[in-house]
């Protein structure tokens, strides 16, 4: 399995930007993804994540509404639409699935999402 998370960079406060992770190695159809980050200092924590089987979506309660996950299950994409983007965002973002035909129903920890990309580093400037 492998996932490869791009897009990230260097924006001001109040941008956007749109992370994607190619995933290959998986029958992507059928696995819930995820997007989590982690900045420096912190532990990896949950952004959002997105059913396989029904396409609902879940979030961080503090990222509602400023944030938007998709899934292109022909090009095997998962994304992430940011906007209105905070210094306190900067962080590597990393996509992330589960075991196939599971179902995460939003769950947060991280031991719920065996395969996990590099990551992809989001850095947000005053």
């Known amino acids: 399995v492998q996932l490869q998370a791009s897009g990230g960079g260097l924006v001001q406060a109040g941008d956007s930007l749109r992370l994607s992770c190619a995933a290959s190695g998986l029958t992507f159809s059928i696995h819930d993804m995820a997007w989590f980050r982690q900045a420096p200092g912190n532990e990896r924590e949950f952004v959002t994540s997105i059913s396989w089987r029904d396409g609902s979506t879940y979030y961080a309660d503090s990222l509602k509404g400023r944030f938007t996950v998709s899934r292109d299950n022909a090009r095997n994409t998962v994304n992430l639409q940011m906007n209105s983007l905070k210094p306190e965002d900067t962080a590597v973002y990393y996509c992330?699935?589960?075991?196939?035909?599971?179902?995460?129903?939003?769950?947060?920890?991280?031991?719920?999402?065996?395969?996990w990309g590099q990551g992809t580093l989001v850095t947000v400037s005053s």
């Open positions: 992330a699935a589960a075991w196939r035909g599971t179902q995460t129903s939003g769950a947060q920890a991280t031991s719920r999402y065996p395969f």
